[in-house]
């Protein structure tokens, strides 16, 4: 009786280690767009030192070749960005979700806050 139990017990953790994982592991699509639009800000104004404008005609021009879902490029369309040249930050954020991303001088930029 008490190896049964075991043996119940041991196929349970493996299929919760094995199943359970599975599910965080595909990644949310729309949270690792936002994320590379604010990487892309981040180093064509702060490292390129180029105009907001341009890089927002740069990013339009890659997406369309690039987006396979029409919901993120949907999506490209309603994000916000929000550029503080003070202290180095592009924030983007597309309804509750938001990144941002911070220029360090010495390292480029990196995300900072991902909600």
Known sequence: MKSLKKTQYILFLLLS???F???N???DETGIFI???SKHYCTCIFVS???PDHCSDSL???MEQVLDDPNLADAANSMKVDIDADVFEVSVSL???AVQSIFNG???CYLDKIN
């Open 17 to 19: 280690i094995l199943i």
């Open 21 to 23: 994982p599975i599910n």
């Open 25 to 27: 592991a595909f990644s």
């Open 35 to 37: 994320g590379a639009v």
């Open 49 to 51: 030192k180029l105009n």
């Open 60 to 62: 339009n021009n890659f």
């Open 95 to 97: 309804g509750d979700r």
């Open 106 to 108: 010495k390292k480029g």
